[in-house]
């Protein structure tokens, strides 16, 4: 519950909907995709969903379109740096207190909670794909 309110405050704050800024996650997180790339990586429809989402961006100058540099009939999208720190900067109070809480913790603790997390995280694609396939 705490990580989706995080979320929706971190997005309210930068004058955005949770979804623009799980955008602006994805493409910090994963690098620069396609349309459909991040269609698919968010879980909403290609064509007018994430268009909609790619233009709301764009025009609030956090992304930016570019044609590929190997078939230039695709489109990728990509971050401008300068704009995603003004949103990264709604995560710091996260950050610094993870990090202290961190600081207390043994290196064997530490490796537990990495190893922890990166399971996690090879996991969850496929738990989110079962999800998206249920009735």
Partial sequence: MWTVLL???TASKA?????????????TLDGPQTPGQL????????GGA?????DRLEKAGYVKRTRD?????????????????????????IGRAFGEKLDGFTDEQLRFLLDYVRDN?????AVIEEVRRMP
Avoid at 50 to 54: G, H, L, R
């Fill in 7 to 9: 979320h929706h405050a």
């Fill in 15 to 27: 004058g955005m909907n949770v979804t623009d800024a799980q955008c602006i996650n994805a493409l």
């Fill in 50 to 54: 994430i268009t909609a989402v790619i």
């Fill in 69 to 93: 540099a190997d078939d230039r009939r695709r489109v990728i999208i990509e971050l401008v740096p300068e704009s995603a720190g003004r949103f990264a900067r709604y995560f710091e109070p």
């Fill in 39 to 46: 269609a698919q990586l968010m879980g909403i429809t290609t």
């Fill in 121 to 125: 995280n090879t996991m969850m694609p």
